[in-house]
């Protein structure tokens, strides 16, 4: 697996909420194949603004929770909502636990971090005996969407130039994800069980450019930081054309947005 690594960039928490629903259900999907009675510590990957990190710690109100994630703005906003869950602000390629924990669920996190071939063996090595890593990640790399983004930033300037820096084309050009087989392979080693299993969405959106206001919150957010204002701008032109052809709207109004997931349960 190759893991470059990709340019940095912020969350936007308001951006990132406004699918929060669509968002919600693959981490909700997640949580419930994980087959653990009473874990005593449990951690949360990538907790972002920790709605789902609160469903944790409402399934298992024993357990120490703690919700870690690299931004300040997420956990501002995570924060803001009293409770049992612990949070703290660490990056996931460093992050050493305090005690091993026996559950480590990360969803919608990992693939913005570079390294699966050593992080994955090295967050199950964390795990006490028997406890389970679960992870969620989009296998958006293939989608139209995104692969429009590739070639807007490849052509979509004046006259087909290319838009931006040769850094910020080749580090978003990236295949953030791998397929099944190659976690299998990765995780089947170092662990008891290995469950793998892939879900299409499709995503109901209402309104105009719905798929380019979901893609802002997520993938899209290092192109539009990684570009100075002019081309910023001439992206979003060429970009948002291409989707509303890519992704029409149906009869009724609404645009139909499918998207792929990969989710992954170990058993240590």
Request: with cysteine.
């Amino acid at each position: 697996m190759n893991q470059d690594n990709r340019c940095s960039s912020s969350w936007d928490p308001q951006q990132y909420l406004k699918f929060g629903d669509h968002r919600l259900r693959p981490g909700l999907e997640l949580l419930a194949r994980v087959a653990i009675e009473s874990p005593r510590i449990v951690y949360d990957l990538g907790c972002g603004t920790g709605n789902l990190t609160r469903l944790i710690a409402n399934r298992w109100p024993e357990a120490r929770v703690v919700g870690l994630d690299s931004s300040a703005d997420m956990l501002s906003k995570a924060q803001s909502d009293p409770g049992s869950v612990e949070w703290a602000e660490a990056d996931i390629r460093t992050w050493q636990p305090e005690e091993r924990p026996d559950v480590i669920y990360s969803n919608a996190t990992l693939q913005w971090v570079e390294g699966h071939d050593e992080i994955f063996p090295q967050l199950v090595g964390l795990l006490t005996p028997g406890g389970v890593m679960a992870i969620q990640m989009p296998l958006s790399w293939g989608m139209p969407s995104h692969q429009l983004m590739r070639e807007t930033m490849a052509g979509g300037g004046p006259d087909g130039k290319p838009l931006g820096t040769e850094a910020l084309r080749i580090a978003t050009g990236r295949k953030w994800v791998d397929e099944a087989e190659a976690y299998y392979d990765l995780l089947v080693g170092c662990s008891t069980s290995v469950d793998i299993w892939e879900t299409e969405y499709y995503q109901i959106l209402e309104g105009d450019d719905e798929v380019l206001e979901w893609v802002r919150g997520t993938g899209l957010r290092p192109i539009l930081e990684g570009l100075a204002d002019i081309e910023r701008e001439q992206f979003l032109t060429v970009y948002s054309s291409r989707l509303r052809e890519a992704y029409p709207k149906k009869a009724d109004g609404q645009t139909l947005y499918p998207f792929r997931r990969l989710f992954i349960v170990v058993t240590a």
